[in-house]
Each structure stands twice: as structure tokens, then as C-alpha cells.
């Protein structure tokens, strides 16, 4: 049985790193916010989203065969990404939302992107910036996740050859999916990771 010595120090340790995980996340969140403002600075218009939740979805997971990174948002933000996607598609707002119903819409949208991440403690921090040079819109997509619940997702994305991202809302309703025969950006050193043995999931 520990000592009550050993008890307070390991709930120092567990509000030590909880603070440092938040600290994580509030410095992903200024590096978003910095990002849009300083696009917005240079004359574009950008949308920058701090999701709720995301999550590595695997092909296990419903919806049935769907895999990638899915950021779940609130409703308004979900609003405004489809607001986005009218003005670098040919869609209207009211056609991208019908799609809302049924599967997601799988997008090739934006003329590139760029991942920025980091891992502290287990957790990934994620920044994934979508950017339309023509109409000079960017949509910019803010998350967090643990790493050792993404080794089913790591292995469908090796597998396949190709990543998703998702945007949906915090009711599990579709907004938009957008491919990426790119997938490396999103999971750097995936092959080396799964050759370790280094994604074994603990809920499996």
C-alpha cells in the first residue's frame, strides 16, 4: 500500500501534467489564432477553428468503413466551415448542408495545405491549414488527440495509402471529408511506429 507521501506526490505529478497538457493546447490555440490573423493581415479570409474534440476514427468505428482525423465542432463554427467551402466550391451553402443527411462530401477544394503538430506527454497538439490562393480563403482546423488510441486509424491510412479528414458536428452530423493521397504530413514515421509494435491500442 503507498505511504501517504507517495500518494501526494503522484497527485502532484497527475496536476502537473494536467497543467502542462492544457498549456499545450493554449499554445495551439494562440498559434491558430496568430495564424488567421496574420493571413487576414496579408488580405485573406480566414476561418480558424478549435475543435471540441478530435479524434482518430478506424474503420472499425461507425460511420461503417470511415477513417482519418474527425474534428468534431460546435454548431456555429460548423456553420461558418460551410460557409467556407461555398465560397472555394462550386456548391451553395444549402447544397453542402443537404449532404449533411447522408455521407459526408468528400472535397478537393483548396489548392494545398500544411500540418503543423507536436506530441507532449502522449498527446498530439494539431494544426491542419487548407488554403484556396484564388479566392484567398483558408480554413484552419485546430485539435488534440492521444496518440495510443491511433494505431487502427495509422494502420487503415498506411494501408490504404490514403488519409481523411473530417469535419463534423458535436452530434456526430457530417459537414465535409477531404482527401489526402498526402497522408504523410499527418502521421510522420506511421510505418516505423506500426514495425515497433508502437500503436497497440489499450481498449482493444
Same mark, same amino acid.
Given at each position: 500500500?503507498?505511504?501517504?507521501?507517495?500518494?501526494?506526490?503522484?497527485?502532484?505529478?497527475?496536476?502537473?501534467?494536467?497543467?502542462?497538457?492544457?498549456?499545450?493546447?493554449?499554445?495551439?490555440?494562440?498559434?491558430?489564432?496568430?495564424? =488567421?490573423?496574420?493571413?487576414?493581415?496579408?488580405?485573406?479570409?480566414?476561418?480558424?477553428?478549435? =475543435?471540441?474534440?478530435?479524434?482518430?476514427?478506424?474503420? #472499425?468505428?461507425?460511420?461503417?468503413?470511415?477513417?482519418?482525423?474527425?474534428?468534431?465542432?460546435?454548431?456555429?463554427?460548423?456553420?461558418?466551415?460551410?460557409?467556407?467551402?461555398?465560397?472555394?466550391?462550386?456548391?451553395?451553402?444549402?447544397?453542402?448542408?443537404?449532404? #449533411?443527411?447522408? #455521407?459526408?462530401?468528400?472535397?478537393?477544394?483548396?489548392?494545398?495545405?500544411?500540418?503543423?503538430?507536436?506530441?507532449?506527454?502522449?498527446?498530439?497538439?494539431?494544426?491542419?491549414?487548407?488554403?484556396?490562393?484564388?479566392?484567398?480563403?483558408?480554413?484552419?482546423?485546430?485539435?488534440?488527440?492521444?496518440?495510443?488510441?491511433?494505431?487502427?486509424?495509422?494502420?487503415?491510412?498506411?494501408?490504404?495509402?490514403?488519409?481523411?479528414?473530417?469535419?463534423?458536428?458535436?452530434?456526430?452530423?457530417?459537414?465535409?471529408?477531404?482527401?489526402? #493521397?498526402?497522408?504523410?504530413?499527418?502521421?510522420?514515421?506511421?510505418?516505423?511506429?506500426?514495425?515497433?509494435?508502437?500503436?497497440?491500442?489499450?481498449?482493444?
Amino acid at each position: 500500500m503507498p505511504e501517504i507521501g507517495e500518494e501526494t506526490d503522484y497527485a502532484d505529478r497527475v496536476a502537473s501534467n494536467a497543467d502542462a497538457l492544457k498549456n499545450a493546447w493554449n499554445a495551439t490555440r494562440e498559434e491558430l489564432y496568430g495564424m =488567421a490573423e496574420e493571413l487576414e493581415e496579408k488580405g485573406w479570409d480566414a476561418l480558424a477553428v478549435a =475543435a471540441d474534440d478530435l479524434a482518430p476514427e478506424s474503420p #472499425e468505428q461507425e460511420p461503417t468503413g470511415r477513417y482519418g482525423l474527425t474534428f468534431g465542432v460546435v454548431d456555429n463554427l460548423a456553420d461558418d466551415v460551410l460557409e467556407v467551402l461555398a465560397t472555394v466550391t462550386d456548391h451553395t451553402v444549402e447544397e453542402l448542408a443537404a449532404q #449533411e443527411e447522408g #455521407e459526408p462530401l468528400e472535397l478537393d477544394a483548396f489548392d494545398r495545405f500544411e500540418v503543423f503538430q507536436h506530441e507532449q506527454s502522449g498527446q498530439v497538439y494539431m494544426v491542419v491549414a487548407y488554403f484556396d490562393d484564388d479566392s484567398q480563403t483558408a480554413l484552419l482546423l485546430a485539435g488534440a488527440y492521444q496518440q495510443m488510441y491511433a494505431g487502427a486509424v495509422r494502420r487503415a491510412v498506411v494501408d490504404n495509402e490514403t488519409a481523411f479528414v473530417h469535419v463534423q458536428r458535436l452530434d456526430r452530423t457530417p459537414v465535409a471529408s477531404f482527401r489526402h #493521397e498526402e497522408w504523410e504530413p499527418f502521421f510522420p514515421k506511421a510505418e516505423q511506429r506500426l514495425a515497433e509494435g508502437a500503436d497497440e491500442d489499450p481498449r482493444h
